[in-house]
């Protein structure tokens, strides 16, 4: 129990990290400007869903997309902790996101799929976390990353939803503080990966 609760807790603070509920509200706000709150709640329910989907699709046919090109697990847990890095380091750094808003939100909600699905909620990021997740583990650890991943995506959501009203009480610096912290945690958790996949790769313990 005891390691599924450490488990549980790693995988949740990883995809919490990655995908950052708060930190994507200024990102929805500026995308959605001008839209409904109905056009608003359509929009957020559609992203998170795709990008669950999104997300799901790698984690379980990941392993057969490395067997299919020859991947191996310590070549992906390397690149995939160097673009969690990265990604991190570019949080720390403040730099906004190159992402495009509409014109005219109210009419074209594709945008739920991008730039919000993909890729700000189900980025590489993202999908390299789900997959280090399932990888060379159980199936009842495949469940509960799912499950923390759906979780997630919930939250996300319900960010999105509230966006206004969150914006309102807490103002945008400490959004900004917020988004730092997760830049940080990000990039610990790509180091960690780098490390791990150096020790596979060449059996150190």
Request: net charge neutral; hydrophobic share 50%; proline share 3%.
């Amino acid at each position: 129990m005891e390691n599924y609760l450490s488990f549980s807790l790693t995988v949740f603070a990883g995809f919490f990290a990655i995908m950052n509920p708060v930190g994507g509200i200024p990102v929805f706000l500026s995308l959605t400007e001008g839209a409904t709150t109905m056009e608003k709640n359509r929009i957020a329910k559609k992203a998170t869903v795709v990008a669950f989907l999104i997300g799901l699709a790698f984690m379980i046919f990941g392993t057969y997309l490395f067997k299919f090109f020859g991947i191996t697990i310590p070549a992906f847990k390397i690149t995939g902790g160097l673009i969690l890095f990265y990604t991190g380091f570019e949080m720390l750094q403040s730099k906004k996101s190159g992402v495009k808003h509409l014109q005219d939100p109210q009419i074209d909600e594709n945008i739920a799929v991008s730039p919000l699905a993909i890729p700000l909620l189900a980025g590489p990021g993202t999908i390299v976390t789900g997959m280090n997740f399932v990888s060379k583990t159980d199936y009842s650890h495949i469940a509960v990353v799912i499950l923390i991943f759906l979780a997630i995506c919930y939250l996300n959501y319900m960010a999105f939803r509230l966006s206004d009203k969150i914006i309102e009480k807490t103002g945008d610096n400490i959004i900004t503080v917020f988004g730092k912290i997760m830049g940080l945690i990000i990039a610990i958790i790509g180091v960690d990966m780098v490390v791990e996949g150096i020790k596979i790769a060449f059996n150190l313990n």
